[in-house]
């Protein structure tokens, strides 16, 4: 079993910055992507940055130029800097991870989710 354990978030203005890390912990061999999604009230829960286990990266089109994902190989870790954030990346934010396990098994694992809030 894998725990993926997200902080960082909080009230911002508009304009301003948060970093969001996520650690992973449990029986973990490897982890090939970790990634980033957020889920705003009446909304489905979307993509927001992936990263691979050799730093490909992925953005959705609304945070290109101003997130940016990165991970600690070491820690199990990822990150997320959110800067001039604007009032609708308000949301509730979820880590991913996606590897295997020790053995043959594979995981899929979410976080308990963080609230990411930008005040105009």
């Known amino acids: 079993q894998v725990h993926l354990v997200e902080s960082g978030g909080g009230l911002v203005q508009a304009g301003g910055s948060l970093r969001l890390s996520c650690a992973a912990s449990?029986?973990?061999?490897?982890?090939?992507?970790m990634g980033w999604y957020r889920q705003a009230p009446g909304n489905e829960r979307e993509l927001v940055a992936t990263?691979?286990?050799?730093?490909?990266?992925i953005y959705a089109d609304s945070v290109k130029g101003r997130f940016t994902i990165s991970r600690d190989n070491a820690k199990n870790t990822v990150y997320l800097q959110m800067n001039t954030l604007k009032p609708e990346d308000t949301a509730v934010y979820y880590c991913?991870?996606?590897?295997?396990?020790?053995?043959?098994?594979?995981?899929?694992?979410w976080g308990q989710g963080t609230q990411v809030t930008v005040s105009s």
């Open positions: 449990g029986s973990i061999f490897s982890i090939n992507v």
């Open positions: 991913n991870a996606a590897g295997r396990g020790y053995g043959t098994s594979i995981f899929t694992s």
């Open positions: 990263i691979s286990g050799g730093g490909r990266t």
